[in-house]
């Protein structure tokens, strides 16, 4: 049954997303772009983005319980970003900010609306992608794991927004589960028969990963946009029993999780350290696998997080200190649920072992990635590319004057961060003045002291932009929830 959708968008950014995507209409490929004024071969750009992955969760972020030896080998290569953003603290709203360049006062899809029998609310057909960018200069798309914005055959499926090939999961509900009687590819169901009627032969997170490394090596010739949102470590926890069995017994006490919409686990921290082991040996294995086609030099590869970590189905991110030193976890708005752990390596232009606390966030990555790819970055969208930071060009990096989030879950929630003040407001479902939380991020990482009292400066400069950061949506209102 095909579901209609009703789109009441504002006016403004029904013209800009229209005036911006005209996939019809592209500019000629073409083999190089312009870096730091020199024309050079289009790098390929592998986007690795792990689900619920905390900030805290991997060894370069501080984990001490359990080690993330692939992943930590490229923050030593590349450049680790310690100040950077989710689109907000849930799924499909942090990526659809990722994949248009808006926050989420601004995007299409600003919550986690579920649509039956299978999928998620869906970005209109006007909307503006990355991969929509890359294409207009020649790239080959691909994406393998987890969708969410747009149920199978509707505008918002994956191979309507710009993407030549998708493997994985549409629904990000469906992806709950590790071991699926279906997946998607392209506009085709992929039944997983030994996985009907409970079996568990077929984990997914593995046969997707096939997928990946092949879209590599049939496309080395080309330049590539590669997006690996990967379903690891959410929700469920499920990896290959052989695994969980390497860890068990080495982080009592476990409490088993008895199951419910989630899987019985009874040994929870032990497949979680399982999880996390498969998540790094797969990233490991994309960048050998670049290696190995001879186009690691010319390859840019990003792995970060979509937000905080969780704690459903047995998940235990106080036991793992999984935000570190930051306060929250997935659905907060505090630092714990959007600040997330960040990456990039590029050989010969990102410096090896850098960082920088630079402040970014999802909405940045389009007009970097049209940076990198010489395409247009288009206009009146909230992300600033930050090339000139991955290049060490640190005196022409234009920062943000603010970066602002909301989540329409949990009684409605904000927040804004401005220079070292962040600014949160709970429960304004009920109370749109609800208290404002004001935190010194410099002098108070984990917000533990509210200073809004001492602060009435600010605190007007805050409200101010609340007030004026995001545009009315219909669908996602604080009036109408």
């Known amino acids: 049954m095909k579901i209609k959708t009703i789109y009441l968008l504002p006016i403004l950014f029904a013209i800009v997303f229209v005036a911006c995507k005209n996939p019809k209409k592209t500019s000629e490929n073409t083999a190089t772009s312009r870096i730091e004024g020199k024309d050079v071969k289009q790098p390929n750009i592998i986007y690795i983005i792990a689900d619920d992955l905390g900030y805290g969760d991997l060894g370069c972020f501080g984990q001490k319980k359990f080690s993330t030896s692939n992943i930590d080998k490229l923050a030593s290569e590349g450049m680790v970003f310690t100040q950077h953003y989710a689109g907000t603290s849930v799924c499909a709203p942090s990526r659809c900010s990722l994949m248009t360049g808006f926050n989420t006062g601004h995007t ?12 998620q609310y869906p970005i209109p057909d006007s909307t503006y992608t990355v991969a929509e960018a890359l294409k207009k200069v020649g790239y080959v798309t691909g994406a393998f794991g987890k969708w969410g914005l747009g149920h199978p055959g509707s505008e918002g499926d994956p191979t309507q927004q710009g993407f030549d090939v998708f493997y994985g999961y549409n629904c990000q509900r469906q992806a709950h589960h590790y071991y699926p009687d279906h997946l998607w590819s392209n506009s085709d169901s992929i039944v997983l028969s030994g996985n009907e009627n409970g079996k568990r032969e077929i984990y ?48 009592p006490p476990e409490k088993p999780y008895k199951g419910g919409y989630y899987g019985a686990q009874a040994t929870p921290h032990a497949a979680f350290v399982a999880m996390i082991e498969l998540l790094d040996r797969q990233v490991g294995e994309i960048v050998q696998k670049v290696e190995d086609m001879g186009i690691s030099d010319n390859t840019i590869i990003i792995f970060t997080s979509d937000n905080g970590p969780h704690n459903e189905g047995g998940a235990d991110p106080e036991y793992f200190d999984s935000n ?21 390596k590029w050989p010969g232009k990102i410096k090896s072992n850098s960082k920088t606390e630079l402040v970014s966030a999802f909405w940045d990555v389009l007009p970097t990635f049209s ?27 234009v920062k943000h004057e603010y970066l602002y989030w909301e989540f329409h879950e949990m009684g409605g929630r904000k927040a804004i961060r401005m220079g070292d003040w962040k600014a949160v407001r709970n429960n304004v479902f009920k109370n ?27 605190v007007k400069e805050m409200e101010d932009i609340f007030n004026t950061a995001r545009t009315p949506s219909e669908v996602f209102n604080f009036d109408k929830h």
């Open 108 to 119: 299409v899809v600003r919550g986690n609306k579920e649509l039956e029998p299978e999928g």
């Open 324 to 344: 570190g030193p930051l306060r929250g976890i997935k659905r907060d708005l505090y630092e714990g649920g959007i600040r997330i752990p960040m990456i990039a």
């Open 432 to 458: 749109p003045n609800a208290p404002m939380e004001l935190y010194d991020l410099k002098n108070d990482i984990g917000e533990n002291n509210d200073i809004a009292g001492s602060h009435p400066d600010i």
């Open 371 to 397: 940076d990198i790819a010489g395409v247009d970055t288009p206009p009146n969208i909230d992300g600033i590319s930050f090339l000139p930071t991955m290049l060490g060009k640190k005196d022409k990096q």
């Open 204 to 251: 997914a997170p593995s046969l997707i990963q096939e997928k990946t490394l092949q879209f590599i090596e049939k496309n080395k010739d080309n330049p590539f946009f590669l997006f690996v949102p990967s379903v690891i470590p959410h929700a469920e926890l499920a990896a290959p029993e052989d695994l969980i069995k390497e860890y068990s017994g080495k982080f």
